[in-house]
C-alpha cells in the first residue's frame, strides 16, 4: 500500500552494508590485535541489525531467532577473544 | 504480509527509526576508519551498538505489533542482552589495550 | 531495613526473560517459565554467593530517563567528533574519580552505564583504594566530567543498592 517502509528498509540495509564494509577494512587493516576485535564485535552487531531488517523487509518472525543467536554467539566469541588478549588464556584454572 | 501491508500509524515512526538507525550505526562504524589511535576507536561502534540498534529493534517491534494485530515485545530481549553485553567487551578490550601498552 | 519483605531479582528477571521468549501470556508458560526460573536461580546460589537486593526502584525510573537521555547527547557528541565537523582530532585522555560507592552490584550497574553511553569507558578500578579510571573521548574539562558521573550516576545508584 504505501512505499514508505520499503524504502526505510533498504535504505537501512544500505547503511548497514557500508558499516560491514567499514570494520571488514579495519578488520583486514588493523595494526594491533586488539582493533580486530574491535572491528569483528562490531561486524557481528551490524550482522545481527541487517538480520532484524531482512526480518522487516520479508514480514517474517523466525529472523527474531536468528539475530538472538547471532547476538549471543557474538558476544561470547568476541568476549574469548578479548580475554585472551588480556590474560593469555580463555579458561583460567 | 510483507512491509507494504503496514498501516501507515506504524510504518512512518518505524521508517523514520530505522533511518535513524541506519545513520547512527554507519557513522559509528565509518569512525572505526576516520580516527587515528585505539584509544579513539574504542568509542566509535559504541554508537551503532547502543541507540543504532535501540532504534532498529523498536522499528521492528512496531512492525511485528502491526503485522500480528496484537503487542509483539519480544525484541526487548535482544535490546537488554546488546544492552547488557556490548560494554562487557568493550571494557575487556579496553583493559587489554592498557596491558598490552605497558609491557 | 531488614524486616521489610524483599523480592529476589534473579528468579523473577529469568521468569520474564523466559516469556518473552516464547512471547505468550498462557498460563501454561507462566507455569513453566516460574518453575524454570526457581530451578536455575537454585542451582546458580551456589555459584553466587552475593544476591542483589535492589531498594527504591523508582530512584531507578529517573536514573535509566537520565541515562537515555545521556546517550542520545553523546551520540550526537561522538557523532560530530567522527564526522570532523570541529576539523581537530579529539584530546583523548584518562580521568581518575574517587568514588564513594563499594556495592559490588552498583559498581557493575555503574560500569555498564559508563560504558554503554559512548564517549566514555571505564578503564579500570582499583579495589583497594576506590579510585575509578575512564577514559573519555572528548576530555575538555574535568570538572564537569566528574560532576557529572558523581551526582547523575553514583548518586542514585548508592541509594538503590546501598
Known amino acids: 500500500m504505501n512505499a514508505i517502509l520499503p524504502f526505510a528498509v533498504n535504505f537501512a540495509l544500505a547503511c548497514f552494508a557500508l558499516a560491514m564494509l567499514c570494520a571488514l577494512i579495519r578488520l583486514l587493516r588493523g595494526p594491533a590485535a586488539q582493533d580486530r576485535i574491535l572491528a569483528l564485535d562490531t561486524l557481528y552487531i551490524n550482522g545481527m541489525l541487517t538480520i532484524l531488517m531482512l526480518g522487516i523487509g520479508f514480514g517474517a518472525a523466525i529472523y527474531f531467532d536468528i539475530a538472538l543467536l547471532i547476538a549471543l554467539f557474538g558476544f561470547v566469541g568476541s568476549t574469548a577473544l578479548a580475554k585472551f588478549l588480556l590474560r593469555g588464556e580463555v579458561i583460567e584454572p | ?103 | ?162
Open chain 3, 1 to 162: 531495613m531488614k524486616r521489610r519483605p524483599r523480592v529476589p531479582l534473579l528468579p523473577v528477571v529469568l521468569a520474564m526473560v523466559w516469556l518473552l521468549f516464547n512471547d505468550s501470556l498462557s498460563a501454561g508458560h507462566i507455569l513453566l517459565g516460574v518453575v524454570f526460573a526457581l530451578l536455575v536461580s537454585a542451582t546458580v546460589r551456589r555459584l553466587r554467593p552475593l544476591p542483589a537486593w535492589p531498594r527504591r526502584l523508582h530512584v531507578a525510573v529517573g536514573l535509566i530517563w537520565h541515562v537515555f537521555v545521556d546517550i542520545v547527547r553523546s551520540n550526537i557528541g561522538v557523532g560530530r567528533v567522527i564526522l570532523g565537523t570541529t576539523r581537530r582530532q579529539p584530546s583523548i585522555g584518562f580521568l581518575r574519580i574517587p568514588l564513594d560507592l563499594r556495592d559490588p552490584h552498583g559498581l557493575a550497574m555503574l560500569a555498564i552505564i559508563i560504558t554503554g553511553t559512548p564517549g566514555t569507558v571505564w578503564a579500570g578500578h582499583d579495589a583497594a583504594s576506590n579510585v575509578l579510571t575512564l577514559h573519555i573521548l572528548d576530555l575538555k574539562d574535568e570538572e564537569t566530567w566528574i560532576r557529572t558521573i558523581k551526582n547523575s550516576y553514583e548518586r542514585p545508584l548508592m541509594e538503590i543498592f546501598e
Open chain 2, 1 to 103: 504480509m510483507t512491509a507494504a501491508d503496514v498501516p501507515l500509524w506504524a510504518a512512518l515512526p518505524a521508517a523514520l527509526l530505522l533511518v535513524c538507525g541506519g545513520l547512527l550505526t554507519v557513522v559509528g562504524s565509518l569512525g572505526l576508519l576516520r580516527l587515528d589511535s585505539f584509544y579513539a576507536r574504542i568509542h566509535a561502534p559504541t554508537m551503532g551498538g547502543t541507540l543504532g540498534a535501540g532504534c532498529v529493534l523498536l522499528a521492528s517491534m512496531l512492525v511485528s505489533t502491526a503485522l500480528a494485530q496484537r503487542p509483539v515485545v519480544h525484541e526487548l530481549l535482544i535490546t537488554l542482552f546488546i544492552l547488557i553485553t556490548a560494554p562487557v567487551t568493550t571494557m575487556l578490550l579496553m583493559r587489554a589495550a592498557i596491558l598490552r601498552s605497558q609491557e
